[in-house]
């Protein structure tokens, strides 16, 4: 299989410039799935309540321009997905510019929590899925192009995580809680509804860099992508930022059920040289690169000792998201005062960092972690 990712220069969110290069996508696609469908559920980055400006979800115009394209297809569309943690769904649609395209077009927004879960066992895991991906006739997924604390990147494939319903996707952060067990995850979860998903668009004309996917800094990437392979289009995407292959715990293996090589991902050969400039990768990187080459036998003590650690800061204002959000329950709450983290228990999922809506946790690095990567302001001392 040689799949194509079809790439788009486009360094602002114009309505008309999307739509151009989101037809030309899906016209070029070949997708039989699509092409048959009646309903067509849109799956974007919907991480909660954060304004498209800041970079965290799909962006609402991205949205608006698929949606002209299917609806000019005469197709029935839905938008949905399931917000993490126990945030709001309403105020996520309305936050993220959703509510106003669902008043400006016939379109349904669709809330995957409550429309009932079908259970599969695959390769070991059992995943709990929403009905819906059943529903409809195909599933066009709309990623984010991001930095991610835990995952080094988030994009596509990592986007299809929304499938699972509620706070379910908190069990699997403790069960799963490190970057490999939660990589195997993803993969399974990517090969059990691969086949359900007609298309991918990720959004990069701004993502995300730093320590994303929601407290990171947007990034200007100018670009927006498209392929009916969600694990070559991260390929691509990812290696543009300056990623390697067996940086990201989920590529390999997606790649792999696919029967993908990388080497025969074909690309617009004005892109084949091309790679981002001054991309935040730093904690991503360091974090990933010095536990690939640990082993087993002693990763666990040296995961606690080299480690970044979410820090709750006065920005904090008592919302109890992050309460909600963890999924081993590290976190309390204490009278009038902020919420509290156990750093002992915690197991740096990161979920309460990338729930947050106002940026009030931050990334710490333990003794080892400072000692091999200081800060840069004790670098310029």
């Known amino acids: 299989m040689n799949p194509k990712v079809a790439i788009r220069k486009i360094d602002q969110y114009q309505l008309e410039t999307l739509t151009e290069a989101v037809r030309d996508f ?31 979800t799909t962006h609402p115009l991205v ?39 669902a008043e400006k077009y016939p379109v349904k927004l669709v809330n995957f929590t409550g429309l009932g879960i079908q259970e599969i066992i ?13 529903q409809a006739d195909a599933i066009i997924n709309v990623g984010k192009m991001k930095t991610h604390g835990l995952m080094a ?43 359900r998903v007609a298309y991918n668009i990720l959004d990069g004309v701004v993502g995300m860099d730093g320590v994303g996917p929601s407290a990171g800094k947007p990034h200007r990437f100018g670009l927006l992508f498209g392929s009916t392979s969600a694990a070559a289009l991260d390929y691509t995407a990812s290696k543009f930022m300056g990623f390697k292959l067996k940086q990201i715990p989920y590529l390999k293996k997606a790649l792999h059920y696919e029967g993908v090589l990388p080497s025969h991902i074909e690309i617009p ?11 935040d990768l730093t904690v991503t990187l360091l974090n990933s690169s010095i536990m690939r080459f640990v082993p087993s036998t002693v990763r666990y003590p040296l995961q606690r000792a080299f480690r970044f650690f979410p820090f709750i800061t006065d920005e904090c204002r008592n919302c109890g998201v992050c309460v909600n959000a963890c999924p081993v329950k590290t976190i ?48 310029k001392a």
């Open 26 to 56: 899906l016209d070029s696609a070949g997708s039989t799935r699509l092409d048959k469908a009646k309903t067509v559920l849109v799956k974007p980055n919907l991480l909660g309540g954060f304004a498209p400006d800041k970079a965290v």
């Open 63 to 101: 949205l608006e321009a698929l949606v002209r394209v299917l609806l000019e297809k005469k197709k029935e569309v839905w938008i949905g997905d399931s917000p993490g943690g126990n945030s709001s769904v309403e105020n996520v649609w309305k936050v993220c510019g959703l509510q106003d395209l």
């Open 122 to 134: 695959l390769d070991g895991y059992r995943l709990l899925l929403s009905k819906i991906i059943w």
């Open 153 to 195: 990147y988030t994009g596509a494939v990592k986007n299809l995580y929304g499938l699972i319903p509620g706070l379910a996707k908190s069990v699997y952060h403790k069960d799963y809680p490190d970057a490999r067990s939660f990589g195997k995850l993803l993969a399974a979860l990517y090969k059990t509804v691969r086949h």
């Open 269 to 279: 050969l004005s892109f084949h040289e091309f790679k981002l400039e001054n991309v």
């Open 332 to 379: 309390r709450r204490t009278d009038g005062e902020n919420p509290v983290i156990d750093t002992e228990k915690c197991i740096c999922c990161l979920c309460c960092h990338e729930m947050c809506p106002y940026n009030a946790i931050v990334i710490r690095k333990s003794w080892l972690a400072k000692l091999i990567m200081p800060d840069r302001k004790k670098d």
